[in-house]
C-alpha cells in the first residue's frame, strides 16, 4: 500500500496536475471545530466535480470504509461502511498520482462542529454496464439498489461500448425495472455500454437523500442554514440515521445500527438476519418496515437470543398473513444479551410466526 501527501516538500518534476478548490462550508471559529487526520482511498471520487472526479472537493462527505478505515464519498446504499457519514473533507485533493489511484495521508478532516448544508457535496457515483436502451431510457445493472426517483437530476455519462461520450439527465429512475427515463439519446446504447451516474451541484437542500444527511449530521455536527427554503438544523428522523430498501435477503453489520429497513420494490419472500452476538453492542438497533405484500421475515444471527411474545429465546419472527402484511412493523434493540422485540402488525388480524430456537 503507497500513500502520498500533497504540499508540503513537493520538488519540481512530472507529476499529476494539482488544483485546488476553496469552499467555506464551516460557520463560527476555527477553535469551535474537531479535526483529525485520516487516509483517504484511492479509489475515491467526488461524481459532481464533473470533468475531474478524481479531485476532491472541500466540503465533500464521506464515510469510513469498516474494513480498512479508509475514508471514501458517502453512499447512502453502500454496505462497506460508508453509508455512514463519517466527516467532511475540509481541503481540496487528488486521489490520483500519475493517473493511477493513490491512497491519500490528509490532516484537515472535519468531525464536528457548526456547517452550511448548502456548501457540502455528496460525491456519489454509480458505475455499471447497460443491460439495454430504447431512444428515452437505459437500462441499468440488474444490482443497482437505488430507490424509486435516486437518481432523478443526476447526470448518466456513458463511458464505454455504444454512445460513448455521451451524458443525459436522468428524469425518472424506476427500481423494480432498473430502468431511468432520459432525453432522446443521440446514439441508442445497448448491452456493451457501460456508464457513470453522477450526483452534481453545491448543497444538500432539495437533495434526494435531505433528510438522510441532516440525520446523520445531527449526531456530530450543528446544521445551520442560510439559503431561503432551507431548514434550521438537522433533522432526528425518529433516531433513524438512514432508510434502506432490500429486495434480496440480507444480514445487517453493526455499521447498519439505527438503519430503517423496508422491503418496497420486493416481489417474493424476504429474510433479514441480525448480527451476531459477538458483533453486536449494547443499544444497537435495527427497524423493519413492510410495504410489499410478501412473507417479511428477520432471524438472530446467534440462535435463541430474541425477546417475543413470552417467550426469552426466540429465533425469528415472520409476518405472514396476506394482504394484511402492509404496514407491519418489527423493531430490534440489543441489550447486551440478545434482542428485545418491539411489533406493530398492520391489523390485528395479522399472523405472526414465530420460531423458538430453543
Known sequence: MSFSFDGYNVFPGITAARESFENEFMWGRFETKELMGAVIDGSARDSGNL??????????????????????????????GTQNIYGILKTSLNTQNLSADTDRLTGPIVISGAVKPNRLFVGLQSNGTAQSATATTIVLDADDNHPDDFYNGMTIEITGGTGVGQTAVISDWVLSTVTATVPTWTTDPDSTSTYTVNSSGMGIVGHTDEFIIRSQLAKNFYVFDDVAG????????????????KTANYTCTPA????????????????????????????????????????????????????????????????????????GYMEFIFDGVGWLSIISPSVDTAAIQTIDGA
Open 51 to 80: 470533468g475531474n472526479t478524481t479531485r476532491l472537493r472541500s466540503g465533500l462527505l464521506l464515510g469510513r470504509i469498516t474494513t480498512t478505515q479508509k475514508l471514501k464519498q458517502w453512499d447512502p446504499v453502500a454496505t462497506d
Open 230 to 245: 432551507g431548514l434550521h438544523g438537522g433533522v432526528s428522523m425518529g433516531g433513524w440515521k438512514n432508510i434502506v430498501a
Open 256 to 327: 447498519d445500527n439505527d438503519t430503517l429497513f423496508t422491503n418496497r420494490g420486493d416481489a417474493n419472500i424476504i429474510t433479514f438476519t441480525l448480527p451476531t452476538t459477538a458483533l453486536s453492542v449494547k443499544g444497537m438497533r435495527f427497524g423493519f418496515y413492510s410495504i410489499a405484500d410478501f412473507d417479511f421475515v428477520v432471524q438472530t444471527g446467534t440462535a435463541n437470543t430474541m425477546v417475543f411474545l413470552n417467550d426469552a429465546t426466540g429465533t425469528s419472527l415472520t409476518l405472514t398473513t396476506t394482504a394484511e402484511l402492509i404496514g
